[in-house]
């Protein structure tokens, strides 16, 4: 019995390990296969032509062959794996691609040639193709000639990151209705590529950071009714034009662009450009590593739905101007850190911003922080290292802030330092006593003088309101006598003269004239 069960154990073993010896043979060139999921890994192993499954590549959904030492994809390099949706082929050595090499892979989505060394991409590459992301990125490519990229209906992705593009021709592609992404960024543009916009209806995120472009000109983006994400830092952008972001409605009339997010770090503005104040709809905002010297009043006067503002490692600021923050009523974060010539935020700076949570400020020149400069209890991160603050009386209000019940914030403010006589202190250790600081009323006490001030005067209103009263009645006594005493003195008189007060008119009696006196007079009586 412990025989005949050794036996078909070890058949078992022979069955088993045939089946994996012949799945290791369909998956060519030491690749690593697994057919549960239809995929051949084929990284590093040094190939220099696409291997071949034989029978099995049609069932391989998922090709990895990054990594090796691959030269030239030819036309009939892909044909027998018809099922292929990923398609890896970054870092290799690929300069060429012929016509027709991906033309029958009728399921492919997914297809990565970047860091290889392409300089042209020529018609009959990318035609008719069900492909949702092409990545390019990383090649050399300088020119892509017209037709290169037709019949494309699902693609939503193209990324031409870090090539050596000056320009994007608007012939060299077709509609892409479903264009959602494209990065162009670190190449040499010198302009928005207008023309090219106007085959890409839906597109949402456009990255043109690390380019030369010196200027936005008027509708430079009018195909961009949908964009919601642009990066432009590293470019040397000096101006915008006032309807750089605007786009024409017809009619005379003009839309505006629904941009959320707007990077514009590293360009070379002399101000804070006015163009951005009509992205009514803008949330997020980078003009940190540019050129101005201040932050002029209500600069973002319009931006009333954003809410993260940077504005850091701008050598030549210097000041904040009153009110530089006005109308930021969503603000939430505020990261100004790293201006080696930044003195002072005004105490004024913020008149309409009580939302923030979170401020870096970190890295500035700032002497002195304003503790009515914001409702400091409702932030939840505060960051003020390596300032130049002076120990005065001004900062005494840090030690009882509720900052120091947010744990983060209370270390930051137990390292923060101001100097005194030309030696360093410790913010929250400043003495009010000796420093000889005025001791500031309570706001208990400012409301008992407020309520005070408030009875007074409404107790002085009602004492002049009285006299006014008395006063008027008073004078309507003494006319009323007056004008009695006037008509008796001469009632037996046939003609006499009577002086109106009010008119000063002289008036003739006589009988008659009399009786009607009477009569008038027994009136007012």
Known sequence: MANLIALISIKFMLFYGLLALGENETCANSCSCDWKSNTADCRSRKLKVIPNFGASSATIQLLDLSDNAIETLQSESFRNFTNLSSLHLEFNNISKVEEGAFRLLTKLTD????????????????????????????????HIEDNAFTSLPNLELI??????????????????????????QNNRLSAVPTSFFSRTPR??????????????DAYALKSCSTLKKLHLSGNTIKAIHPQGFSIP??????????????HMANNTFEDVPTAIN?????????????????????????????????????????????????GLVALTQLFITGNKKLRDIPIDAFPESYNLQTIFLEGNALQTLHE???????????????????????????????LLQQSGTRQNLEKSTC?????????????????????????????????????????????????????ISCRRNVYSKYIQFKYHRHLDEALFTVEDP????????????????????????
């Open 111 to 142: 297809l990565r040639i970047n860091n290889n060394i392409l300089t042209v991409i020529k018609p009959g590459i990318f035609v008719d193709l069900n492909l949702k992301n092409l990545y390019l990125g990383h090649n050399k490519i300088e």
């Open 159 to 184: 990324d031409l990151d870090s090539n050596f593009l000056s320009s994007i021709r608007e012939n060299s592609f077709s509609i892409l209705p479903s264009l959602k992404d494209f990065y162009i």
């Open 203 to 216: 597109l949402d995120f456009l990255l043109m950071n690390n380019n030369t472009i010196s200027a936005i």
């Open 249 to 262: 409605a017809g009619n005379s009339t003009v839309q505006t662009l629904n941009l959320e997010y707007l």
């Open 278 to 326: 009509s992205l009514p709809s803008l949330t997020y905002l980078d003009l940190s590593m540019n050129s101005f010297k201040s932050v002029r009043s209500s600069a973002f006067g319009s931006l009333h739905r954003l809410k993260s503002l940077h504005l850091s490692r701008i050598n030549d600021l210097e000041s904040i101007e009153s009110k530089g923050f006005a």
């Open 372 to 402: 009515n400069m914001l409702n400091w209890d409702n932030l939840k991160i505060l960051q003020i290292g390596q300032n130049n603050f002076s120990c005065s009386c001004d900062l005494i209000w840090i030690q009882t802030s509720k």
């Open 419 to 471: 100097a005194l006589n030309k030696q360093t202190k410790y913010i929250l250790k400043l003495n009010a006593v000796e420093m000889k600081c005025p001791i500031k009323q309570t706001s208990h006490n400012d409301a008992k003088t407020r309520l005070i001030t408030g009875l007074i005067a409404a107790s002085i209103a009602s004492c002049a309101l009285i006299v006014c009263l008395v006063l």
């Open 502 to 525: 009010k008119s000063i008119t002289k008036m003739f009696s006589n009988k008659s004239l009399i009786r009607n006196e009477r009569s008038r007079e027994e009136t007012l009586m």
